[in-house]
């Protein structure tokens, strides 16, 4: 191949690489702004909204408090929770991740996703209100496995969690064995 060839060869992709920069550019995609919004999520808030949280679980109870900007559990006393497992827990409710809303079911039909004999139990007790908890009923696990069933008992409606959630509640038990 001649030098000429070549140097037509490198004119054309320079014109064409011209041409992709100037014309083919294209909005630049959104930036990601980090988790999902409050409002996709399951109490529709940020976990620092949160001032304390109650685990219910095969008649055990496992409760953590904020103090400042970290966990502590409290119950049952000298329980040795990470406050990183209790902080991720917590952000699988809130806007740490996001929940699909799927329908409002009456109280009778709630054996169809297993909350009418809830796995776990989630009371959690906001800054601003405290004495009108948000209690949260974990149920069965979707037919492929890979969520969770769930309602707040203040509102009709059932949504699908991330399965994170019942393995955190399981790891804050094992933990809060000692």
């Known amino acids: ?14 014109v064409l ?20 919004t409050a409002s996709s999520s399951l109490l529709g808030m940020d976990a620092a909204a949160v001032a304390s949280v109650t685990f219910r679980k095969d008649g055990r109870v496992v409760r953590a408090t904020r103090e400042g900007q970290r966990w502590r559990a409290v119950e049952p006393p000298g329980a040795t929770v990470s ?6 827990t917590i952000a699988t409710l809130t806007a740490g991740q996001a929940s699909e809303k799927l329908a409002s079911e009456p109280e009778n039909a709630l054996s169809a996703y297993g909350l009418d004999a809830p796995s776990a139990i989630v009371e959690i007790n ?4 405290p004495e009108r908890p948000v209690t949260v009923i974990l149920g069965a696990r979707n037919p492929t496995r890979t969520a969770v069933y769930a309602r707040r008992t203040d509102q009709p409606s059932i949504f699908l969690v991330g399965m994170n ?6 790891l804050i038990f094992d933990a809060a064995k000692g």
């Open 1 to 14: 191949m001649s030098w000429s060839r070549v140097a037509v060869i490198y004119a054309v992709l320079a």
């Open 83 to 88: 406050p990183d497992l209790l902080e991720a």
């Open 17 to 36: 690489a011209g041409y992709l920069l100037v014309f083919e550019r294209g909005d630049p995609e959104p930036a990601n702004t980090g988790p999902e």
């Open 126 to 129: 906001l800054a601003g209100t």
């Open 165 to 170: 959630v019942s393995y955190y509640i399981d």
